[in-house]
T-cell receptor, first 113, second 117 residues
Framework: AAGVIQSPRHLIKEKRETATLKCYPIPRHDTVYWYQQGPGQDPQFLISFYEKMQSDKGSIPDRFSAQQFSDYHSELNMSSLELGDSALYFC????????????FGPGTRLTVL | AQKVTQAQTEISVVEKEDVTLDCVYETRDTTYYLFWYKQPPSGELVFLIR??????QNEISGRYSWNFQKSTSSFNFTITASQVVDSAVYFCALSEEYGGSQGNLIFGKGTKLSVKP
């Protein structure tokens, strides 16, 4: 069965650089979520999209932005990177918004030097 | 406010022992969903189970079982006859239907389970 695809799997950036993470949800899933998991931490919700519209926003810094495109893939754009942005970034997709199981991608490990 | 508490930070057991992971949640919504996810050392998050607030039936899937009790706001997870491959961090999570989370998951801090041979 098709799973959520995230690219790249690993990314190394310098402070103050920008990064773009991509997510391809499971086919026919119309809801995408982004989470950030710091070392030894639980995943924290950043932002979600339903049918290409932003549906909810969590603890996402103003330096980050995201969108969902017409083919339902989503991108998380991160600017002015800081050391504290080093984390595992997960994308999850769900067949419906609100309360349904979310299937997670393998994550993108971002390291900011 | 919504919250998930996993009081056990780390648990260590010997293979074939049974182990229960505790999860207590807080929510003001009457409609909500509870989840368990497994995160093995490789890092991916694996969906294990979803329960809605109207379904208090316990569930068993192989060596895994879940006990949902609304009276104590708990959703505990038991692994019977644990195996080394069960070693992972297990997260309990909450999603509300109409409350602040609107579908996104609120995770507990996780319980790290180590199963020794």
């Amino acid at each position: 069965a098709a799973g959520v695809i995230q690219s790249p799997r690993h990314l190394i950036k310098e402070k103050r650089e920008t990064a773009t993470l991509k997510c391809y949800p499971i086919p026919r899933h119309d809801t995408v979520y982004w989470y950030q998991q710091g070392p030894g931490q639980d995943p924290q919700f950043l932002i979600s999209f339903y049918e290409k519209m932003q549906s909810d926003k969590g603890s996402i810094p103003d330096r980050f932005s995201a969108q969902q495109f017409s083919d339902y893939h989503s991108e998380l754009n991160m600017s002015s990177l800081e050391l504290g942005d080093s984390a595992l970034y997960f994308c999850a997709s769900s067949p419906f918004s609100g309360g349904h199981e979310q299937f997670f991608g393998p994550g993108t490990r971002l390291t900011v030097l | 406010a919504q919250k998930v508490t996993q009081a056990q930070t780390e648990i260590s057991v010997v293979e074939k022992e049974d182990v229960t992971l505790d999860c207590v949640y807080e929510t003001r919504d009457t409609t909500y969903y509870l989840f368990w996810y497994k995160q093995p050392p490789s890092g991916e998050l694996v969906f294990l189970i979803r329960r809605n607030s109207f379904d208090e039936q316990n569930e068993i899937s192989g060596r895994y079982s879940w006990n949902f009790q609304k009276s104590t706001s708990s959703f505990n997870f038991t692994i019977t006859a644990s195996q080394v491959v069960d070693s992972a961090v297990y997260f309990c999570a909450l999603s509300e239907e109409y409350g602040g989370s609107q579908g996104n998951l609120i995770f507990g801090k996780g319980t790290k389970l180590s199963v020794k041979p």
